[in-house]
Antibody, heavy 122, light 114 residues
Framework: QVQLVESGGGLVKPGGSLRLSCAAS????????MSWIRQAPGKGLECVSY????????YYADSVKGRFTIARDNAKNSLYLQMNSLRAEDTAVYYC???????????????WGQGTLVTVSS | DIVMTQSPDSLAVSLGERATINCKSS????????????LAWYQQRPGQPPKLLIY???TRESGVPDRFSGSGSGTDFTLTISSLQAEDVAVYYC??????????FGQGTKLEIK
């Protein structure tokens, strides 16, 4: 069965860095676009970044552009999000999610991880 | 960016009754190449990640009970739960994937038992 397991969240001071990881299993990871989606406490959902199946196409929300970097390692079935220059407004649960169709982006998200909490506070 | 607006923000429905949630997009999400609406619905129970219920506006994801249905086209969409069950208490989100990036979500509708 498809599983997505995030890790790497925690408490960090403003201006600090964190690296999130998402371990995928149960499907051919290299066939799918993958995304990071965040949810601030008590708030809605925001697509932060996505990466194509090969890694050649990448998108960032304006709110994180220049500070966050998405990457994937298809040999390790893993997705990453390097977060630098963190701000209080980056505090959220970060989910990794899979696009619902192989080889193409711009779909619904059919599988989500349980999420990892990032708290940015002094 | 396409803005998704849901109504109401919250509602309370009695067990066994119908629940209806609306979603409006700031522009049409009808994909001309396949004549399908790029609109999905998700359910998020407390403490859980979102779960895909409906895609292409009206196609139920595998395993989703048939009391959940989606309808609408263009800019106006509806999620209907025909007979509310206790396990349906959740926040429901619509999402467009017509104009990525970014794929945008509605603000959410909190569904409770009356």
């Amino acid at each position: 069965q498809v599983q997505l397991v995030e890790s790497g969240g925690g408490l960090v001071k403003p201006g600090g860095s964190l690296r999130l990881s998402c371990a995928a299993s149960g499907f051919t990871f290299s066939d799918y676009y993958m995304s990071w989606i965040r949810q601030a406490p008590g708030k809605g959902l925001e697509c932060v970044s996505y990466i194509s199946s090969s890694g050649s196409t990448i998108y960032y929300a304006d709110s994180v552009k220049g500070r966050f970097t998405i990457a994937r390692d298809n040999a390790k079935n893993s997705l990453y999000l390097q977060m630098n220059s963190l701000r209080a407004e980056d505090t959220a649960v970060y989910y990794c999610a899979r696009d619902s169709r192989r080889y193409t982006g711009g779909n619904a998200f059919d599988y989500w991880g349980q999420g990892t909490l990032v708290t940015v506070s002094s | 960016d396409i803005v998704m607006t849901q109504s109401p923000d919250s509602l309370a429905v009695s067990l066994g009754e119908r629940a209806t949630i609306n979603c409006k997009s700031s522009q049409s999400v009808l994909f001309s190449s396949n004549n399908k609406n790029s609109l999905a619905w998700y359910q998020q129970r407390p403490g859980q990640p979102p779960k895909l219920l409906i895609y292409w506006a009206s196609t139920r994801e595998s395993g989703v009970p048939d009391r959940f249905s989606g309808s609408g086209s263009g800019t106006d969409f509806t999620l209907t739960i025909s007979s509310l069950q206790a396990e349906d208490v959740a926040v429901y989100y619509c999402q467009q994937y017509y104009s990525p990036p970014p794929r945008t979500f509605g603000q959410g509708t909190k569904l409770e038992i009356k």
